[in-house]
């Protein structure tokens, strides 16, 4: 059964209605248009009468857990997402950043989401075989299954083919492009520090000109702030305006992660963030 | 601007024999800010002392630099120097040129290079260095023991009798731990009940001790002089306060549970006290045994009890002490001598362990102090083997010092209790104690035979079914021999008890290779570990005999003591602050923290650090994102300037 997005968004229209009318939320987090309607843009409706401007279809690409934080804590919202964009609000969940009781889910269950600026197809690149959100309260539709399904992993075999030497090749070429415009940062959900330490000058981490070091420094540190964290939705490869992929680091830490501990990011709201959680039987590995 | 003095130590050879301190000395005065740079032969002597004095003074320092040996060694006495000459005592910075630098070289290019790295980053740090102030806090007088062995009880007594309050923890439900399993005590062949119960009694008695038993710690909050210690009482099913020890329970009880304390070797009831002298004397129901628990009824037990002290609905309960300082004296296990199917232990019924032969050998023993065989036979020869897992690089390597003893004691025995043939397996004899060498001479001379050669295998007989075989070679005659014996008696390796790890990970303790407990210093500080304000005694920390142990016991009192004595301690100001501006409220500092530190203010939303808990470890800054957190004296600023200046040269 081909998924049917004019239905998601009218089911998301229904629901943000219903919710905003009733008052159990003061504002839904959803997609309104863009330019054009290929490039649909985050849209917050705090009135019942905005929820006509909500649209969905499948270049509604952004991961709107991005916009949890921005809201002071026990603020009621709800939120459309994504199976990777649930993922987002679990890990956030997790962290203490939003309650869950604060929260609305609107779960959409999607596959053939498209990149706006290729047109590609991401299912198989940062969905990794989710098709349904691992947390929602309100499900627009009906659970995708039949499906293929790949590992979040597969996308790394050219990547981890390179040896020590070759990846920092690799990284010190594709960063070198950074033009430091932090647009990664901007659509990251779990990039929630204000300041950011890159903007710090005491100490100052890193150069903030767009030149290597500071660009190594800048997002070396990054991939390793998300590390364990890092919910594979794929915005900040799309973000990036001269397209560094820099999705290949975040899924190396998450599948190395995953390895050594067992837990995979933001898949359940009873496990803890798996960096900061000492167990006694915790793998080793990371230290050899 | 500041005024640095450096002063480089000899350390007499331990230095100068692999650094070059007049070129390092030299070295320092070319680095900026350096006013004064000197080396000396013993820093830490009162001449040292006194010329870093007088150069304060002299030079107007306001940072002092000391390359010497571990701060661990002379941080204080170098910041009481700076103190007396009325230095802010932060205001010290110590490189570490000995552990660090001339004992991990024996090459003095190499190691006068890498001092000159350490040194010129200590000085980039020393230059953003901060006065800071110790804080006060006040002590908790109480003391928490944890262990109810011989040392665990010697520990309670005398600090209880310098009127200090004791909780005394146990894991079983009563205390003297393996003591208590023992019949006789080498060399002297005194009576270990005979001994260990009146001061099992004196712990009941004493009112200053509390006496926990079938408890467990369960968590450890605060630092030293202010402990918050959560103990978990485990439902023991009877209502203590009510049972009059009267014991009707514990004869009509139909269920039977294995005995841990004759070792297995019989059952016992399912209500039960573990021994005739137990203290505390009153009996506690072992759920897995129970009739009620298996198949929901029977309550014998209930019925007879007049003192309505049965409570099948008793649940584990939770209390917390406040204590000054912690003892732990938790003891050893054996090593379960199962793996090493060449000695047959729990394949052939005639191989013991042991600590099951000292139940043999004791009147209140299962076979009220005959020596038989589990066949009922009494033995007719009896083979002892040494190192069974110890001294073995396959499986433990370290000594576990007792057995050679506790075997010519069970030699003794053996001789006295049965006319067997007794045969000692041994690599070598060690006998380093009072009255141990006199000992050994003794039970030569009673006809036990010695047999140089570590007992390779136990195997059935061939010509003899019901009995054994060791197989061994003899290192004196160079001959392999195959003796044949009724009984085989294991001196298994002495380990750490099976959740060692988890009191380690308590009261944050290492361990070494093996899992013992590590003391603060081989040597200097056996019995303080690098835990402050935890002490430990006994084989915990390493395998050792009856004396030692209780040795080790009064020295953990008296350490206890140096710190509850005192009404207030002085804590390092090395504490972590929350730059609110910068928190982004992921709370990592809140999880990461040993001590409870950090809490999340939901109000301000953002994390807050509570002073009096903080230990200055560091963790919550290094997993602060925003580096909104400063650790003091280790700030972002001081670390990286340091090692930009490691890096620099």
Not at chain 1, 49 to 74: G, K, Q
Request: glycine letters at 6%; proline letters at 5%.
């Amino acid at each position: 059964m081909a998924i049917s997005f004019e239905q998601i968004e009218q089911h998301l229209k229904t629901e943000a209605l219903k919710l905003l009318e009733s008052g159990k939320v003061i504002l839904v987090l959803a997609y309104g248009r863009g330019y054009d309607a290929n490039h649909p843009m985050p849209y917050v409706a705090k009135h019942p009468s905005d929820v006509d401007n909500i649209v969905f279809n499948e270049y509604c690409t952004a991961n709107l857990a991005r916009y949890l934080t921005r809201y002071p804590r026990r603020t009621k919202i709800a939120i459309a997402v994504k199976a990777a964009d649930s993922r987002a609000v679990v890990q956030l969940i997790q962290e203490d950043k939003v309650c869950r009781e604060d929260l609305v889910v609107l779960g959409i269950p999607v596959y053939g989401m498209k990149n706006f600026k290729t047109g590609e197809v991401i299912d198989s690149k940062t969905t990794g075989g989710l098709y349904n959100p691992v947390l929602y309260d309100i499900l627009l539709g009906e659970e995708v299954h039949g499906q293929p399904v790949s590992s979040p992993y597969d996308v790394l075999a050219a990547y981890e083919a390179m040896d020590k030497e070759e990846r920092w090749a690799f990284w010190q070429r594709e960063l070198g492009r950074c033009i430091r415009c932090y647009a990664c940062r901007k659509a990251c959900p779990m990039c929630y520090c204000d300041p950011c330490f890159i903007d710090q000058n005491k100490p100052k981490w890193g150069e903030k000109s767009p030149e290597s070091p500071g660009n190594l420094m800048y997002h070396l540190t990054r991939f390793h702030h998300l590390a364990g964290r890092c919910i594979d939705c794929g915005e900040c490869s799309r973000a990036c305006p001269v397209d560094i992929p820099l999705y290949l680091f975040h899924k190396k830490v998450a599948k190395d992660c995953e390895e050594m501990f067992g837990q995979a990011a933001g898949m359940s709201i009873g496990d803890k963030p798996v960096l900061v959680n000492f167990r006694v039987d915790d793998s080793d590995k990371i230290l050899e | 601007m500041s005024r640095i003095g450096v002063f480089v130590c000899h350390c007499g050879l331990n230095i100068a024999k692999t650094v070059r301190v007049s070129e390092l000395a030299e070295f320092a005065a070319t680095l900026p800010d350096v006013v004064v740079a000197k080396d000396y032969k013993f820093m830490c002597s009162t001449p040292g002392q006194e010329m870093i004095a007088n150069d304060i003074k002299e030079h107007r320092l306001d940072r002092v630099i000391v390359t010497a040996c571990s701060p661990l060694m002379h941080e204080q006495t170098f910041r009481k120097v700076l103190a007396a000459s009325g230095l802010n005592q932060y205001l010290l910075s110590i490189v570490n040129i000995r552990e660090q630098v001339s004992w991990v070289t024996h090459d003095i290019d190499e190691g006068t290079a890498k001092a000159k790295a350490l040194l010129n980053g200590a000085v980039r740090r020393a230059r953003l260095l901060a006065p800071l102030t110790s804080r006060v806090i006040d002590v908790n007088s109480d003391v928490l023991v944890v262990g109810g062995g011989i040392a665990g009880i010697q520990a309670a007594l005398e600090l209880a009798n310098t009127g200090k309050k004791v909780y005394l923890v146990e894991k079983n439900s009563t205390i003297g731990g393996h003591m208590a399993q023992f019949d006789k005590t080498f060399p002297t062949l005194d009576c270990s009940a005979c001994i260990l119960t009146p001061k099992m009694d004196s712990v009941l008695q004493h009112k200053n001790i509390q006496l926990m038993t079938s408890c467990e710690v369960s968590e450890v909050k605060g630092f030293v002089g202010n402990f918050d210690i959560t103990i978990r009482q485990k439902a023991r099913y009877v209502d203590h306060t009510k049972c009059n020890a009267c014991l009707a329970c514990t004869e009509k009880c139909p269920g039977k549970g294995v005995s841990e304390w004759d070792e297995g070797l019989v059952k016992r009831k399912a209500i039960y006290i573990p021994f005739p002298q137990a203290v505390p004397q009153k009996p506690v129901i072992d759920r897995d045994a129970c009739t009620f628990f298996k198949k929901g009824k029977c309550r014998l037990c209930e019925k007879v009890c007049e003192q309505k002290a049965i409570d099948f609905e008793q649940q584990d309960t939770f209390t917390t002490v406040k204590v000054g300082a912690v003892i732990v004296a938790t003891g050893y296990d054996l090593m379960d001598t199962r793996s090493l199917i060449q000695y047959g232990y729990g394949k052939y019924p005639g191989v013991y362990n042991a600590l099951e032969v000292e139940r043999l050998f004791n009147s209140a023993g299962p076979t009220g102090g005959k020596v038989t065989l589990r066949d009922g036979k009494e033995p007719q020869a009896i083979a002892i083997l040494h190192c069974i897992g110890s001294r073995d690089k396959n499986n433990y390597e370290h000594c576990s010092r007792v057995c050679c003893m506790y075997s010519l004691k069970f030699a003794h025995l053996f001789k006295e209790k049965t006319s067997a043939d007794v045969y000692q397996f041994y690599i070598d004899m060690r006998a380093a104690g009072k009255g141990y060498e006199e000992f050994y001479n003794r039970i030569i001379e009673e006809d036990v035979k010695f047999i140089r050669g570590k007992g390779a295998r136990v195997a059935q007989s061939a010509d003899e079914p019901d009995r054994l075989v060791v197989e061994a070679e003899d290192t004196i005659t160079g001959k392999f021999i195959k003796l044949p014996v009724d009984m085989v008696v294991l001196s298994p390796a002495i380990i750490p008890r099976g959740d060692a790890k988890d009191v380690a990970r308590l009261f944050n303790l290492s361990t070494d290779k093996y899992g013992f407990f590590m003391e603060r210093h081989p040597k200097l500080a056996p019995l303080s570990t690098m835990s402050e304000g935890v002490f430990i005694a006994g084989v915990c920390q390493s395998p050792k005999d009856i004396p030692d142990t209780v040795a080790q016991a009064y020295g953990a009192a008296a350490e206890a003591l140096t710190i509850v004595v005192k009404d207030k301690l002085e804590l390092e100001a090395t504490t972590a602050m929350v730059n609110p501006a910068s928190c982004c409220a992921c709370q990592n500092c809140v999880r990461v923290c040993p001590y409870g530190a950090p809490f999340f203010n939901e109000t301000k939303g953002v994390s807050e650090i509570n002073e009096a808990l903080c230990k200055g470890c560091g963790l919550c800054a290094s997993v602060c994102p925003p580096s909104a957190i400063i650790a003091r004296h280790f700030t972002n600023d001081q670390v990286l300037a340091e090692m930009e200046g490691l890096l620099e040269f």
